[in-house]
C-alpha cells in the first residue's frame, strides 16, 4: 500500500467531495476515485459512501483517517530526520490542553526550539485532554502538556504544575458579588457560563463542586476555543472558569474590560507533561521533550 493513496484519502475526507479533493491535490477526479477504491479493495471494507452533497465517511473510514494521519505524520518526520546528519531534524507533535496555562508554553517552546535546533519542525496542536494523550498512545503526538486526572496506561507523566481556577468575566458581565476568599458559589450559580464539553477537565471540576454544593452551574455555551471564548466574553454577560494564568493570558493587559475573582474555597487543576511510556520515538522528540521540562520546571519554580 502507497502513502500516496492514504494521502489522497486524508485530503478526500478533508475536503468533504472527490471534486474538491483531486482539485487541491491536482489529480483527475477519476485517478483519485482510483486511490480510494483500492484502499477499500486492501483492507476489504468501504470507506466513503458517495451522495449528492458530496461524501459520507464509514465508521470504518474514520478508523483509517486516523491511524492515516499517524502514518502520514510519520513519514514526513523520517523525511526530515534523514534529510540532515549534522544536526537533529525531524517533525515533533506537541499537544496542548485547552482553557489551560499551556498556550502560555507555545511561544517559549517555539522561539528555545528554533534556537536550540533549527532543524526541528514543531507541530502545535490544542485539543481535549483525553483526546491529546490517546494521540500520544497512539503515536499521533510525541507529548502533550494536558491536565492530569489520574494513570493511563501508555503514557507517563512528569513536570506538574498546579494552579487555582478563578471565575473570568468580560466587560457587558454584570458585577461579581465577591467576598474577601473569593466569589461564593451561591453567587456563582445565579450566573451564565460558557465552558468547555463535559469532557474537559475544568469542566468536570467545576461540576463536581457545584454539585457537591447541591448548586446549579448554568452552562449556556460550550465552546472549545480560547480565542472564541475571549470574543463571546467581550460581547455578552456570560462568564467562564480558567486556570490564573491562562486568565492573565486572556486579559490581555486589559483588567478594565476583563475580571478575574477566585472561587471561595478555592479550586485547583494540574498540569503535566505526557510522553509515551518507554524511549522518546526520535531524537528530536526527546529533545523538545527536554526543552518543555526546562520551560516548565521554570514555570512552577516561578510560582513557588
Given at each position: 500500500?502507497?502513502?500516496?493513496?492514504?494521502?489522497?484519502?486524508?485530503?478526500?475526507?478533508?475536503?468533504?467531495?472527490?471534486?474538491?479533493a483531486?482539485?487541491?491535490?491536482?489529480?483527475?477526479?477519476?485517478?483519485?476515485?482510483?486511490?480510494?477504491?483500492?484502499?477499500?479493495?486492501?483492507?476489504?471494507?468501504?470507506l466513503?459512501?458517495?451522495?449528492?452533497?458530496g461524501?459520507?465517511?464509514?465508521?470504518?473510514?474514520?478508523?483509517?483517517?486516523r491511524?492515516?494521519?499517524?502514518?502520514?505524520?510519520?513519514e514526513?518526520?523520517?523525511?526530515?530526520?534523514?534529510?540532515?546528519?549534522?544536526?537533529?531534524?525531524?517533525?515533533?507533535?506537541?499537544?496542548?490542553?485547552?482553557?489551560?496555562?499551556?498556550?502560555?508554553?507555545?511561544?517559549?517552546l517555539?522561539?528555545?526550539?528554533?534556537?536550540?535546533?533549527?532543524?526541528?519542525?514543531?507541530?502545535?496542536?490544542e485539543?481535549?485532554?483525553?483526546?491529546?494523550?490517546?494521540?500520544?498512545k497512539?503515536?499521533q503526538?510525541?507529548?502533550?502538556?494536558?491536565?492530569?486526572?489520574?494513570?493511563?496506561?501508555?503514557?507517563?507523566?512528569?513536570e506538574?504544575?498546579?494552579?487555582?481556577?478563578?471565575?473570568?468575566?468580560?466587560?457587558?458581565?454584570?458585577?461579581?458579588?465577591?467576598?474577601?476568599?473569593?466569589?461564593?458559589?451561591?453567587?456563582?450559580?445565579?450566573?451564565?457560563?460558557?465552558?468547555?464539553?463535559?469532557?474537559?477537565?475544568?469542566?468536570?471540576?467545576?461540576?463536581?463542586?457545584?454539585?457537591?454544593?447541591?448548586?446549579?452551574?448554568r452552562?449556556?455555551?460550550?465552546?472549545?476555543?480560547?480565542?472564541?471564548?475571549?470574543?463571546t466574553?467581550?460581547?455578552?454577560?456570560?462568564?467562564?472558569?480558567?486556570?490564573?494564568?491562562?486568565?492573565?493570558?486572556?486579559?490581555?493587559?486589559?483588567?478594565?474590560?476583563?475580571?478575574?475573582?477566585?472561587?471561595?474555597?478555592?479550586?485547583?487543576?494540574?498540569?503535566?507533561?505526557?510522553?509515551?511510556?518507554?524511549?522518546?520515538?526520535?531524537?528530536?522528540?526527546?529533545?523538545?521533550?527536554?526543552?518543555?521540562?526546562?520551560?516548565?520546571?521554570?514555570?512552577?519554580?516561578?510560582?513557588?
Amino acid at each position: 500500500m502507497e502513502t500516496r493513496k492514504l494521502a489522497s484519502f486524508v485530503r478526500t475526507v478533508d475536503a468533504g467531495s472527490i471534486t474538491a479533493a483531486a482539485q487541491s491535490l491536482h489529480l483527475a477526479q477519476s485517478a483519485l476515485s482510483s486511490h480510494i477504491a483500492s484502499l477499500e479493495k486492501d483492507f476489504g471494507v468501504a470507506l466513503l459512501v458517495r451522495g449528492r452533497r458530496g461524501i459520507e465517511v464509514t465508521d470504518e473510514g474514520w478508523s483509517l483517517y486516523r491511524y492515516a494521519q499517524g502514518i502520514l505524520r510519520l513519514e514526513q518526520a523520517a523525511h526530515l530526520d534523514l534529510s540532515n546528519e549534522r544536526q537533529v531534524t525531524g517533525l515533533v507533535t506537541v499537544g496542548l490542553a485547552s482553557y489551560s496555562m499551556a498556550g502560555n508554553l507555545s511561544a517559549p517552546l517555539l522561539r528555545a526550539v528554533r534556537e536550540e535546533h533549527p532543524g526541528i519542525t514543531l507541530h502545535l496542536v490544542e485539543h481535549l485532554t483525553m483526546i491529546m494523550s490517546q494521540a500520544v498512545k497512539l503515536g499521533q503526538a510525541d507529548m502533550a502538556v494536558i491536565y492530569r486526572t489520574g494513570r493511563i496506561d501508555g503514557v507517563r507523566f512528569t513536570e506538574e504544575i498546579t494552579e487555582d481556577l478563578v471565575l473570568v468575566a468580560g466587560p457587558a458581565s454584570p458585577a461579581l458579588p465577591a467576598r474577601r476568599d473569593g466569589i461564593a458559589l451561591e453567587a456563582a450559580s445565579r450566573l451564565e457560563f460558557v465552558l468547555p464539553d463535559h469532557q474537559h477537565t475544568v469542566r468536570q471540576l467545576l461540576e463536581r463542586r457545584f454539585q457537591a454544593a447541591g448548586l446549579p452551574l448554568r452552562v449556556v455555551a460550550e465552546v472549545e476555543s480560547v480565542h472564541v471564548l475571549r470574543e463571546t466574553l467581550a460581547s455578552g454577560p456570560e462568564v467562564t472558569v480558567l486556570p490564573a494564568s491562562a486568565a492573565a493570558r486572556l486579559l490581555g493587559g486589559s483588567p478594565t474590560a476583563y475580571r478575574s475573582v477566585r472561587l471561595a474555597g478555592g479550586l485547583q487543576a494540574t498540569l503535566a507533561l505526557c510522553t509515551p511510556e518507554g524511549p522518546a520515538r526520535s531524537e528530536a522528540a526527546a529533545a523538545v521533550a527536554a526543552t518543555l521540562q526546562r520551560l516548565m520546571w521554570a514555570a512552577r519554580a516561578g510560582r513557588d
